[in-house]
């Protein structure tokens, strides 16, 4: 039997709305708890999840594995977070975007210090690390629609390796260390570049391009695939290392902002800006 390409787009189209019936967030923290201001989220060794704005704004909250939420710190002299990242020796990385900063954090003593100053850029949006320490930086410009990617290497140099692409803000660095993934907001587009032995990118490649809505923050999972939040349409979106459909999963709001997973990846975390929380999936994929 011959099937016309409208017909096998059907089926595709079927057989995902399938698989993910099934799938449904849940509330894993209080409507409200955090601002809508809520960004970052990150996993540390034991299990539990940062987020910042808790509360209110210039805040980083935790939430155990079970659900308890808390104030974990302040951050100082008017600084504000967005994305959230953990490197090697038990220290937070945070885009301090009104300040300019990438901030680090001492998990045992709770001391905040600059790692990095860029007085050059926007705003440190969203951030990644490496398998090497090296942070990865989005940079968007909000009114002119634009935005760079930075390099700020374990010296603490930093370094624009891109400009006057679209709004970036996801990012995301591949788990063997090889990929590079960033998104651009507003043109909705995900790029892949090949991270060079030096940290540099180059062979800059279109991942995939949608039709509406936003894009927000991105998360791999252990064997490469790329979850992507689509702000305003409330799903997540996730794509194989070749830029397949694999899933979309549906959220209870609207703009979810960035996400995390479990240490097992068996479950991921969303911050929702319109609801201000967390709400928890169980992975469909894995």
Known sequence: MKYTLGFCYFIAIVLLVSCNRGVKSEDFTTPNSFTSGVEGPATDSVGNIYA??????GTIGKVTPEGQSSLFIELPDGSIGNGIRFGKQNKMYIADYTNHNVLAVDMNTQNISVFA???EANQPNDITISPSGVIYASDPNWKKGTGNIWKIDIDKRFER??????????IEVSPDGKKLYVNE???QKIWVYDIQNDDSIVNKKLLYSFKDFGLDGMRCDRQGNLYVCRYDKGTVVVLSPRGELLEEVKLQGKKPTNITFSNDFSVFYVTMADRGCIETVKNPIL
Request: glycine letters at 10%.
């Open 185 to 187: 907001s507003v043109q």
């Open 161 to 170: 390796l891109e400009a006057n692409m679209g709004t970036t803000n996801g």
């Open 117 to 119: 100053h860029l007085p």
């Open 52 to 57: 910042v704005n808790y509360q209110k704004e």
